[in-house]
């Protein structure tokens, strides 16, 4: 997945460009800059790529995901449905806003089941956060039909997701609005960064001001800006915007030699009969970023990723006992543990989370492994990584 494994003369050039002009702040400063808007740029550049009507540039992901939820209007009170598999970003973005995550099991997409979010839904509900793990997709024709039926936004978190499509459709703009990280481990890296994609030029609006302390960016005279609402500061820089510009436009030779590794590690891995594959919905192409399989059980799956291990066949996850991105270890979040204190309404939404299970997700993260697929690897290091991967399999099953 991570771009940075090809960096090269191309982000040199543009990040010189920002270095020679010495305009490092993306908004303003015209007779300094000497034409070079890299966020501009890439903005453009990127609702191209995602064919999207308007693209707003944040400083990561996890702004990205805050910066929707503000856009769309949710706060506190609100609640929004998530998945028990996904980044700890989901639910800090929706606590910023004072919002209760309301936690629901995945699939085998991995990604939210459309069942438990129907069951989830109640009179505070306001949006529903689907999060496209490991560069694949939810069943998004029943997302959205529920989304439609029960008039809540649907927000895509397509961080892991940037090059995938569903019927066509980039990832990331089937939804009200979706969101993308460009950090360090991400298909396309600025080092830091994000963006926020809609189709709602309202949305937009919104996500341009607020991302910029609710400045209304009328006119060139940045000291003459209105405030219609109060904002905050998610802005990108130049630099990292220059570096995220350069690689956006390498982003289908990365994606060509991501499907190709991932074709080769697939293909080997088939031959052996316990090993299952992910659901990738009917229409949907991946990204090719990560490649999941199933194994028969827990342990089968503990004892695989622990012998992929010994083998040095690095990049495998297995998430169950992962505390970044599966809910069995957010002991932070169960217990509250919060610098400052926390509403009586997200306190309550959160309470059942202590004894609440997930059988359903368990079933699918306890028997998944994600190998990250690189897109740095020659094709004898891809050839000696599918031998030592199916034997250290074989082994385990
Ligand atoms: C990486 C990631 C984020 C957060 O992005 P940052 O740029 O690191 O803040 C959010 N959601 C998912 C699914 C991610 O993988």
Request: charged share 20%; proline share 3%; glycine share 8%.
């Amino acid at each position: 997945m991570p771009g940075f494994e090809l960096f090269g003369n191309a982000e040199r050039k543009e990040v010189n460009d920002v270095l020679d002009s010495g305009v490092l702040m993306r908004y303003g400063f015209d007779g300094m800059r000497n034409g070079h808007w890299k966020a501009k740029e890439l903005e453009t550049e990127l609702q191209a790529t995602l064919k999207a009507q308007h693209v707003q540039l944040v400083s990561s992901g996890t702004a990205a995901v805050s910066v929707a939820l503000a856009a769309a209007g949710v706060g506190a009170g609100d609640e929004v449905i998530m998945p028990s598999f996904t980044f700890v970003a989901s639910f800090e973005a929706i606590m910023m806003m004072g919002a209760i995550p309301v936690l629901v099991d995945i699939d085998d997409t991995l990604a939210l089941d459309p069942k438990a979010v129907k069951n989830a839904i109640t009179p505070r509900t306001k949006a529903i956060m689907v999060v496209q793990m490991c560069g694949s997709m939810g069943d998004m024709a029943a997302l959205q039909a529920i989304s439609d039926e029960h008039d809540l936004i649907l927000i895509e978190d397509a961080c892991q997701a940037i090059g995938a499509t569903y019927k066509g459709q980039a990832l990331g703009t089937i939804g009200h609005l979706g969101c993308f990280s460009f950090d360090f481990v991400k298909t396309v890296t600025s080092g830091e960064g994000g963006a926020v994609v809609t189709n709602n030029k309202a949305f937009y609006v919104n996500a341009d001001q607020y991302s910029d302390h609710g400045h209304d960016h009328v006119g060139n005279d940045r000291g003459a800006e209105t405030h219609p609402f109060l904002g905050y500061n998610f802005r990108i820089s130049e630099l990292h915007a220059a570096v995220g510009l350069a690689q956006v436009r390498r982003l289908p030779e990365f994606l060509n030699i991501q499907k190709q590794n991932y074709t080769v590690l697939r293909k080997a891995l088939s031959e052996i009969p316990e090993v299952t594959f992910r659901t990738v919905p009917e229409g949907g192409e991946e990204s090719y970023a990560f490649l999941n399989f199933f194994l028969p059980d827990l342990e089968t799956s503990r004892r695989a990723s622990a012998t992929l291990k010994a083998a040095g066949v690095d990049g495998c996850f297995h998430y169950y006992d992962n505390s970044w991105h599966y809910v069995r270890k957010w002991e932070h979040l169960k217990n509250l543990n919060t610098l400052y204190p926390i509403s009586q309404e997200v306190k309550e939404g959160l309470a059942s989370l202590q004894t609440k299970t997930f059988k359903q997700s368990d079933h699918y993260i306890g028997r998944n492994i994600s190998c990250l697929i690189k897109l740095s690897w020659s094709s004898q290091d891809l050839e000696v990584r599918a031998k030592n991967m199916v034997a250290a399999i074989r082994a385990s099953v």
